[in-house]
């Protein structure tokens, strides 16, 4: 085994270890994948300030989101067909966020159900959720999250419609793989995944596959979600769905100003500023590139998480000193995953809070209340002045 000091460790294991189907699924962005790569890039055109001898004894990440305790502040983001990942890839997941002390969100589109994730954790998750066109489905998706007891529903608001993927079209990606000869190929040459896989809880889209009428086979599930999308989505219904669920609500896929107060106004306890990690509208901002005018429009009113580009703890501590409350990481824990299962995913939370830890105290900071945007040389015109 390499030895593992950063997450691009992770991710060369994970390509060689899952499908190509899904390792591209998961490594690529919208058309172009021009917001893809800025969400990355951007924020290396951010630098700190170097502080020295200053006190960097007793030093601690923890922090707070939507109230709840965090060893640090970064969740694990919701993302689709993770359990194809790696065999019960969100229960894997979950158990791996347990431990260190950071909240787990389950997709809707997850492969673990949500009672599977209940039944193999100790600690409340937090919930996603993809507005669609079958009220009822929706309904009782919250009732199981309540059942659950979750401790926060993700409403996601950029995927009303789906951002084109060239690479999942031409690997004709599907859950269960389809059978092509060129996937039949490749799976054969990934023992370890298939061996995983042969003894995983499930294999199919475990929130929804048995709890949709008509739904019982990927087949089925194909057209009823091609159906699901919800073209009319509005604030109206979003104002709904956060009162028929009753408890925190985090509004996700904000990037733009504007959109940030109308999240405000439906009484959001979070919105994250998110472009689905450059897997929607390409040419869209950078995440980071998008906080600042968000925070100046309701910073001091709502808790503003980010998502978005994050592969390293330095750039989590950029945006918690640009004012994130809080980080989300998709696919630098996937990579984590993919490549080592639970202990992966652990890996990746190890590398990102190391790597922040040492850089907050190099920064001549202690705690993440003391990390504000004095720590950060921020280039001018990096916000942006933006005309439309
Ligand atoms: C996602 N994302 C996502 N978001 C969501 O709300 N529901 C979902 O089911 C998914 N599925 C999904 C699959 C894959 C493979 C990826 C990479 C992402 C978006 C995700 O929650 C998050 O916004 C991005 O992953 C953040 O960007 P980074 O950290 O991957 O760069």
Not at 63 to 89: F, K, N, R, W, Y
Not at 91 to 105: D, L, M, N, S, Y
Not at 264 to 272: F, N, Q, T
Not at 334 to 347: D, F, P, R
Request: charge should be neutral.
């Amino acid at each position: 085994m390499p030895v593992i000091t950063e997450i691009e460790d992770l991710k060369r294991i994970y390509r060689r270890r899952a499908p190509k189907m899904f390792y591209d699924y998961c490594e690529s962005g919208s058309w172009t994948e021009q917001t893809f790569r800025e969400n990355s890039s951007d924020f290396d055109e951010i630098y700190f300030r170097q502080r020295i001898a200053v006190d960097m004894s007793g030093r601690s990440t923890k922090s707070q989101m939507i109230g709840e305790d965090v060893a640090m502040p970064v969740a694990l983001a919701p993302v689709g067909l993770t359990g194809m990942q790696h065999a019960d890839g969100e229960i894997k997941a979950a158990r791996a966020a347990e431990k260190f002390g950071v909240p787990f969100t389950l997709s809707t589109m997850s492969i673990n159900s949500i009672e599977d994730v209940a039944a193999a954790t100790n600690k409340p998750f937090w919930f996603q959720l993809y507005t669609m066109r079958d009220e009822d489905f929706i309904r009782r998706l919250i009732e199981r999250a309540k059942a659950a007891k979750c401790s926060a529903l993700v409403i996601t608001l950029d995927l009303q419609i789906l951002g084109q993927r060239h690479k999942d079209l031409k690997n004709g990606l599907s859950a269960p793989p389809k059978p092509t000869i060129a996937n039949l190929i490749n799976l054969a040459t990934k023992w370890r995944w298939g061996i995983g896989m042969l003894g995983a809880q499930r294999r199919e889209f475990g929130n929804i596959v048995g709890h949709v009428e008509g739904v019982s086979d990927a087949a089925d599930l194909g057209s009823w979600t091609a159906e699901q999308f919800d073209l009319t989505l509005d604030w109206a219904k979003i104002a709904k769905l956060k009162e028929m669920w009753g408890g925190k609500v985090i509004l996700k896929g904000i990037i733009d100003a504007e959109d940030a107060k109308m999240a405000l106004k439906v009484g959001a306890d979070a919105i994250i500023v998110s472009n689905h990690g450059g897997r929607q509208l390409d040419g869209a901002l950078s995440s980071i590139r998008a906080l600042p005018s968000i925070l100046d429009a309701v910073g001091d009113k709502v808790e503003v998480h980010l998502d978005s580009g994050i592969r390293s703890g330095q750039d989590v501590l950029k945006a918690v000193a640009m004012g994130a409350k809080g980080t989300y990481i998709g696919r630098a824990f996937i990579y984590g995953l993919g490549a080592m299962g639970e202990e992966g995913v652990t890996k990746a939370l190890e590398v990102i809070h190391k790597e922040m830890d040492v850089s907050m105290a190099l920064c001549g900071r202690r705690s993440m209340d003391e990390v504000g945007r004095d720590i950060l040389l921020v280039p001018e015109g990096f916000e942006g002045k933006w005309q439309s």
